[in-house]
C-alpha cells in the first residue's frame, strides 16, 4: 500500500482503519506513515495524524522513538488542531517515558489553560497531563489547582467531564 496517495486521494475513517490494518505492528509501515505525518503537506500531515493515534493504542511501542518529535510537532501553534488532537489522543492512550513527562506536561498545561483551543484538544491536554501527574504528587497538587481555576468559568461540557473525572483520578493520590 502507498500510504502517501492513499490519504491524498481520501480522508475517512475506513481509509483509517484500513492503514491501522496495513501497518498492524510493523515498524517500518509506521515510518512511512510517520514520514508523511512530518511532511510540509499540512493537508496530509492532518490526514495521518488520525492512524497515528489509533496505531499507538494498538502497539504503543512503534510510537517511542518519535516521542521528542511529535512533542515538537505539539509545539507547533502553525499545525491545525486535528494534529494536535491525533498526538494528544496518542499520548493518552500510553505510558510517557520520564524523560519527556516535563516537557509534555508543560504543553498539555498551555493546551488546558488557552480557550481559544478545541475542546477536544484541551479534554485530550487534560487526560494526558493527568497520567503524568498520578505518578507525581506534587504535579497532581498543581494541576488539581489548575483543574479548579477551570471550574470558575463557564467551560464547554467535554472539559467540565474531563476535569471531573481527572480531579477524581487525582484526588486518589496519597
Not at 48 to 75: D, M, T, V
Amino acid at each position: 500500500m502507498n500510504i502517501r496517495l492513499k490519504l491524498e486521494n481520501e480522508h475517512s475513517k475506513s481509509l483509517t482503519l484500513q492503514i491501522v490494518d496495513y501497518i498492524g505492528n510493523d515498524s517500518k509501515k509506521f515510518k512511512e506513515l510517520t514520514s508523511v505525518f512530518l511532511s510540509s503537506d499540512n493537508r496530509l500531515s492532518q490526514r495521518a495524524a488520525w492512524p497515528i493515534s489509533y496505531i499507538a493504542s494498538a502497539h504503543p511501542e512503534l510510537i517511542k522513538p518519535y516521542f521528542g518529535i511529535f512533542i515538537k510537532k505539539l509545539r507547533d501553534n502553525s499545525q491545525h488542531p486535528a494534529i494536535h488532537r491525533n498526538i494528544l489522543r496518542a499520548f493518552e492512550e500510553i505510558d510517557i517515558p520520564e524523560k519527556y513527562q516535563a516537557e509534555l506536561l508543560d504543553e498539555c498545561v498551555k493546551f488546558i489553560t488557552a480557550s481559544h483551543y478545541p475542546a477536544a484538544v484541551r479534554a485530550f491536554a487534560i487526560s494526558v497531563a493527568t497520567n503524568i501527574s498520578k505518578q507525581h504528587k506534587e504535579l497532581a497538587n498543581e494541576l488539581k489547582l489548575i483543574f479548579n481555576e477551570l471550574t470558575q468559568y463557564p467551560q464547554q461540557p467535554a472539559i467540565r467531564v474531563r476535569v471531573k473525572r481527572s480531579m477524581n483520578e487525582l484526588g486518589k493520590i496519597k
